[in-house]
Structure formats: C-alpha cells, structure tokens
C-alpha cells in the first residue's frame, strides 16, 4: 500500500496508464491531434516574443508534455510557453547574451531549470498549499478574465490585421480604431470566421471528428489549393531539429544572475497554473494536490531547461482546447508532442499554409468556453461577499494582469476571512418547549431563558480580532437579562481556539462577573482548547470546576447549587 501511495505521488500518470479504460483512447487520440495545431505555432511564437530561436519555443513544448505526463497529477492540462513569462524570459536572458543566440539559448535552459528547482522544492516542501488560497470565487473570476483577455488578443489576427497595446483596454481601443478604419483583410477574415462556423456546427452536431481539426486541415488544403501562401500570414514551416542539451558555456556567475529571476517566474508560473490545474479538476470532478502539482511543474521545467526548451507553464489557450475535444488523460499531451516530432521529420513545410486567422478562431472557440456568466450571477445571488471577490479577480486578471489579479484576490479572500471570524455568528441560547437541548433566541424568539442562568455561544475561535467583541457580548447578555444572573456558561464546542489577547480578555470578563457575584463556566470545551489556557498560565484561574462536558452537565449542576 506505502508502495502504490508513493508511486501516485510521483509518478500519477502511470497510475492513469494502469487504470486506462479503451474507452478512453479515442477521445484522446482526436484531442492530441486537434491540439496540435495550436501548440506548434504558440510554441514558436512565445519563443520568439522572448527573443530565442523558433526551435526552442517546440522543445519547451514537446519534452514538458513528455515528462509532465509521467509525473502529472492533472490529467489534461496542458503545458508550453506561456505570454505572462516570455517577455521576463526575454528581459533576464537577453542582457546576458550579448547578441549571441547559442549563449541566448543555454541562458534560457539554466533560466528553466533554476525554476524548475525552485518548484520542484517547494513541493516537497508542501508549499502547495498556495492552491488551498484559490478559493472558487478566484477560480470563477480568473477565468473569465483570462476568457476576456484572450478573445481580444485573438480579434484582430482573427480578421487579417494586427495591433499593439500595453493592456486590455489599450488593445481593445486599438482593434476598433483599426477596424473604423478598414484594416480589416476580408479573405482573412473569411478564414477566421469560417473556421469558428466549421468548430461550432461539428460542436454543436456532436460530432466524434474534433471540428477543431476538420477547421485546421480544411483551411490548410484550402490556402494550398488556392495559392495563399504570400497573400495571407501564415503560420509558417517548422524549424528543423529535436530536442537536445544546448547549457554550452555557462558559468557560476550566470546562475547567480539568474536565481533571482529563477524564482520570480517560478511564482508567476505556479500561480497561473495552480488556478488553471485546480479549477479544470473540479470542473471534472476531480481534485489536485498542490504540492504534487507544484513538484510536476518543476520536473517539467528542469527538462525542458536540460533539452533545449526555456521556462514554462500551463497553458490557458491550449487547455481549454483539449478539453473542449474530449480530452480523457495525460496521453493527450503525449499525443501532440509526438506529432510535433512527426511534423518536424516528415512534413515541416505543411504548417506554411495554416492562416494565422484560423489559429485565432481556435483559440476564440476555446476561450469562449472558460465563460461562465451564469455562475457569476449565481453566486451574486448567493453571496455579495464572494461575488466581489469573482469581479475582483476578473478585474485585476483582465486589466491588470493574471498575476496581479491572483494577488489582488487572495489578499481580498484573507480580509474577508478576518472580516468573518471579526464579526462571527453569536447567540443567547435558552429553553424550547417541545425541543431538546438549547436553542438560539433569535431563531426561537418563543423560547425562554433558565432564571439566573445565562447561556453565550460564540461560533469562531477567540483571536485577537474578536477577543473584545466577544467579552462586550456576554456583558451585554449580563446587564440585559431580565432577572439576577448568578452563573454565565459559555457552550464552547464552536471554540476551536485562542490566542494570548483572548485569553487576557477571559480574564477581563470573568474579573468582572465575580465582582457582580457571577460564576463564569465552560461546557462542551476541546481539549486542545484547554491545554492553551494552561499554556498561557491562567489553569490555576479556571480549574476543573469551571469545565463541564456537556451543556446539560452545567445546566444540572446550575440547578443543583441554586436549590441548596
């Protein structure tokens, strides 16, 4: 059993091998192979927008889907070059090359395998936790954002045109002004909107072909035959070559350059992938360690450092691509990046042919499917609380960033903790006629209280911010009780603990309620609870005879002592 737990822990995807229903393998087959044409040019992209050779943006995709399928514990994210780290990719690495591409190249390898480190790490360290902070209105919030943020990126490539801006609003304003003023190129955008009716009707058919690769290989056939390859741009040819080790000339002194942006992108890459990996597991009802997940990451990223790739992360264009084609396991990623390595040796050229507006109807029908606005006026409805933080986080990933709106939200997530356990649920509770035990007043304003006798319940553990608050509300059932109070029971089952304000602020209130002549007690308190109270010196105050186990224990022993 220790052994099968350890093999799950590191090596999941071969848990999922020896699981593997046939069912299974066509899903899969159709996914990779949809997913490939969206992986080689984002591939060469992003390894272009960060200044290094088209190859190395292919080798930083194929060998982390390679590795990443081993060692992965979600089972269809997808993994690559990511937009947020190119452009830090490029302003660590380039500096340092001095011009030179092959010194350029083996920067970015030790660039990814320092990350990689760093992660690799921090899971074994379990500082996965960071996942446990993601809470659903982060998730809901974050990919609409990221839904947003993609679908204008892909407009203007969708229509033949191309525009520059510094943010979303910036490069929304820019497409329309572009637009207005005729930029649009209508074979282009003939493409690009025929390529999402093709995704669409197969979509909306349910079709077993993937409408992705009907729309990618129909238009590649179709620019051919037409002779397009100059009139429209192209995706382009692959570069030649495989994956091979590219670290030549390196030194001690580039790793101490590196670490510092090592680790800043590694916060970067885990951030987005521990929103992306945890939200699609739900979505199929499945869970994801974080630490696991972040060990995963790092394995991948040393890889692809060692293998000729760079930094990278999961993917928040491609996955949703493989999960909108059906999508069943890791075998997936496998599948597209050996059909990279295919195309690479056998038809380099063919991609010379795919319209950039086609890739961008992909990715537009891709995107559109991490849109839940349904959700986000349900949880409106549900909580103001938790919807603020969904809009907080769509807001800060769409116009400020995807890191910066992860913060954003988190930080509003832990005030919104302190704001609860600030202002918990409280109750006076007393007696029910026709109810057993004892019951909230406010709830059951029909029921009475026990005469002399005061019952508080405080539904939070006692900290620093609620201590006062706590200590004025029992004061409060104090004075206002309609008749002589002679002993106040806290039912302390909700206490789950305290800190040394809480308990300097016990010590006020049971001051103050023996001058009165009050007794103050405990019923139903933890014990770890108690342990503290003796931690923080104050066992020898509240002795055993202040604890009772239950309420009905204190309550007796209430009536006991008034009737001798």
Same mark, same amino acid.
């Given at each position: ?25 066509? +899903? ?12 080689? +040019? ?44 190119? @452009? ?12 030179? *591409? ?71 304003? $820019? ?57 429209? *741009?192209?995706?382009?040819?692959? +570069?030649?070559?495989? *994956? ?8 001690? %002194?580039?790793?101490? =350059? ?18 992306? %990996? ?22 991948? $990223? ?8 760079? @930094? ?55 995107? #559109? ?70 019951? =909230?007043?406010?709830?059951? @304003? ?19 911010? $609620? ?14 009780? *309609? =008749? ?29 309620? =023996? ?34 186990? #239950? ?14």
């Amino acid at each position: 059993m220790a052994r099968q737990s350890s093999l799950r822990s590191w090596l999941p995807g071969v848990e999922v091998a020896r699981r593997y229903e046939r069912s299974w393998l066509r +899903p899969d087959l159709t996914a990779g192979v949809a997913l490939t044409a969206l992986l080689i +040019p984002a591939g060469m992209g992003y390894a272009e927008a960060a200044g290094l050779p088209p190859e190395t943006g292919l080798y930083a995709t194929i060998v982390p889907l390679l590795v990443y399928a081993l060692v992965g514990p979600s089972k269809i994210l997808v993994l690559g070059p990511d937009s947020s780290l190119a @452009p830090i990719i490029g302003a660590a690495v380039l500096p340092l090359a001095a011009g030179d *591409p092959d010194r350029a190249v083996a920067l970015a390898g030790l660039l990814a395998i320092l990350m990689g480190l760093i992660l690799v790490a921090g899971g074994l360290l379990n500082l996965g936790f960071v996942t446990d902070l993601l809470s659903k209105p982060i998730r809901l919030g974050y990919l609409n954002g990221i839904a947003l943020v993609v679908v204008v990126s892909q407009i203007p490539k969708l229509l033949g045109f191309s525009v520059d801006g510094v943010n979303l609003i910036d490069e929304a304003r $820019n497409t329309v002004v572009a637009i207005a003023d005729g930029e649009i190129d209508p074979t282009a955008a003939a493409f690009g909107i025929g390529g999402i009716a093709v995704i669409l009707a197969f979509k909306l058919m349910h079709s077993r072909i993937p409408g992705v690769l009907v729309a990618v290989v129909g238009a590649i056939v179709l620019a051919y035959v037409l002779g397009l390859k100059d009139d429209l *741009p192209m995706v382009g040819a692959l +570069p030649q070559g495989l *994956p091979a080790p590219a670290l030549g000339g390196l030194t001690w %002194s580039d790793v101490a =350059d590196l670490i510092v942006p090592a680790a800043g992108i590694a916060l970067i890459a885990f951030a987005d992938t521990g929103v992306l %990996s945890r939200t699609f597991a739900a979505r199929r009802g499945e869970s994801v360690n974080g630490s696991i997940e972040m060990r995963a990451i790092g394995t991948a $990223n040393v890889a692809s450092g060692l293998l000729g790739g760079f @930094p990278m992360s999961a993917s928040s264009s491609r996955t949703p691509v493989a999960e909108q084609n059906g999508a069943k396991t890791q075998l997936v990623g496998v599948v597209g990046a050996l059909a990279i390595v295919l195309f690479i040796l056998v038809a380099p050229g063919v991609t010379g042919y795919l319209p950039s507006a086609v890739l961008a109807s992909v990715v537009i029908v891709a995107a #559109t499917s991490l849109v839940d606005v349904r959700g986000m006026v349900a949880m409106w409805r549900m909580s103001k609380v938790e919807a603020s933080l969904a809009i907080a986080a769509f807001l800060g990933v769409a116009l400020v960033g995807v890191l910066e709106g992860i913060v954003v939200a988190i930080a509003l997530s832990f005030v919104a903790v302190v704001v609860h356990a600030w202002q918990p649920y409280r109750a006076e509770l007393v007696v029910v006629p026709g109810l057993d035990g004892y019951h =909230d007043l406010a709830r059951h @304003p029909e029921g009475h209280r026990i005469p002399g006798l005061v019952i508080a319940r405080f539904d939070a553990q006692l900290f620093f911010a $609620n201590g006062a608050l706590f200590d004025d509300y029992v004061r409060g059932l104090f004075t206002d009780a *309609p =008749d002589p109070v002679r002993w106040v029971v806290i039912a302390s089952e909700p206490l789950t603990g305290l800190d040394t304000t809480a308990v300097d602020e016990l010590v006020e209130l049971d001051q103050y309620l =023996d001058s009165h002549g009050v007794r103050l007690v405990f019923a139903e308190m933890k014990g770890p609870v108690k342990d503290r109270l003796i931690l923080f010196g104050v066992g020898d105050r509240f002795g055993h005879d202040r604890f009772y186990p #239950t309420l009905d224990a204190a309550v007796e022993a209430f009536e006991a002592g008034r009737s001798g």
